[in-house]
């Protein structure tokens, strides 16, 4: 079909490619586990019913191939000798979540901070916001990452109740703190992909070590604590962090869509939704959005030509999962794909990529 669309005029294919949105797969059946994780509890026993839900031992033997994998044998060594300290440079409510998930676990705190560090270096992404013709906002992404073998199991959505009201809530892998995905109702939704930065290991290291936030710390904090969606931007925007990143922020009103690209001090680029001037959609991948994608992962160009195909009129959540699901949008790394609107907030849905 895609040889036929660049053999043939414009109009087929354009025609190619609605054909190629509309033909995309139906969502899978698995969607991942919901669990309600309660702010009101102390940061050390909030996670325990969840954990309950998992075998432990499966969880320990994640953990060790993870770090095994993804984390620099040197990294080890700077972290663990000093992991009695590391609870006083971690902010709450992270220091205390992470001591009760390693505790519950038998694991030492120094390998739950080295497993939210490998799942910090790559996340390899793709989001979408985009604005229809009646201003309503909607976000989509997918998160890719290897293990999908093992994050396909462990992949869940938390609700963080506060006061018995929901919050926030995001999608994360157990035994991680910081949310790539998540949303508060009626305010805005967050997502992010990671930025290539060099030398990521030694800058996050000494970062982390100056008090930096890790980036999905910030999203998570940020979603607990900013009013509106132009809070939010800033508090994404100017918090030092420890390792660049893109934030993809979706709001409630029209026009309310940004790309926010993140060098580790702040702003490298601020990139919102310009609906009037026909950019009713923003694409982002894991490269900055000025430059040209690397052949051997465009993820940008399909996706667009699908928003392209599929038409301002016609987004909404049923078409942004088929956009998300094209690919190589959609690719054997990618773990779950969740779309969400801050104003439609039970509308929140991700989905467990098993079959790709």
Known sequence: MWRAAARGSGLWGLLALLCRVAAAPAPPLAAPLLCNVSLDSPAGER??????????????????RVIDERVPKWVHEVIRP????????????????????CRALGI??????LLNFAYESTAFCTSIVAQDDKGNIYHGRNLDYDFVDILSKITIDVQFIRNRQIAYQGTTFLGYVGLWTGQSPHKFTISGDERAGGRWWENAIAAFLNRNYPVSWLVR?????????????????GIPIIAEVYYIVG???PKEGMVITRNRRGPADLW????????WFRVETNYDHWTTPPPFDDRRTPAIKALNATGQHN??????????????VLNNNTVYTTVMSAALPDKYQTWIRTDT
């Open 47 to 64: 996670w325990l019913p969840v954990l309950r839900h998992f075998d432990p031992a499966f969880l320990r033997a994640a953990v060790a």
């Open 272 to 279: 919102p939704l310009d609906p009037l001037g026909g950019a």
């Open 82 to 101: 000093i992991a009695a300290e590391l609870e006083f440079l971690m902010p709450q409510p992270f220091a205390g979540e992470m001591l009760g998930l």
């Open 315 to 328: 987004i909404n959540f049923d078409t942004l999962f088929k956009v998300l699901s094209v690919k190589p």
């Open 251 to 253: 709001g409630v009103s």
């Open 108 to 113: 030492s705190l120094g390998d739950g901070v």
């Open 221 to 237: 904090d940020t979603l607990s604590r900013a009013e509106d969606f132009q809070s939010a931007v800033l508090r994404l925007a």
